[in-house]
């Protein structure tokens, strides 16, 4: 088992940045896959950004495609999500999740560590 801690939410205007970070610990950083996801009141979660564990691999949904960026160090034990051109519909909370070895994937169920989730709030 790892832990999962998010950082960098906040409130930011539509068109701006936010970078978030996924600190995890409890295991060696290098052998998980992580994805991260978000879910805004009312509806489902839903995936949008994955990295496997070389950092060889990434996959994003099409809605943020060319706006966000995943990324991780693995020897600062972190994974980032950069984000650019924010839109209000981009307001959720963010949730990293991560899965030992494999590749990234899009669906919720797939990984067995979560954390706690940060918000993002993008005004209009």
């Known amino acids: 088992q790892v832990q999962l801690v998010e950082s960098g939410g906040g409130l930011v205007q539509a068109g701006g940045s936010l970078g978030l970070s996924c600190v995890v610990s409890?295991?060696?950083?290098?052998?998980?896959?992580v994805g991260w996801f978000r879910q805004a009141p009312g509806k489902e979660r839903d995936f949008v950004a994955g990295i496997n564990w070389s950092g060889g691999r990434t996959g994003y949904a099409d809605s943020v495609k060319g706006r966000f960026t995943i990324s991780r160090d693995n020897a600062k034990n972190t994974v980032y999500l950069q984000m650019n051109s924010l839109k209000p519909e981009d307001t959720a909370v963010y949730c990293c999740a991560a899965r030992f070895l494999g590749d990234y994937s899009s669906t919720s169920g797939y990984y067995d560590n979560w954390g706690q989730g940060t918000q993002i709030t993008v005004s209009s």
């Open positions: 409890g295991r060696t950083l290098g052998t998980y896959t």
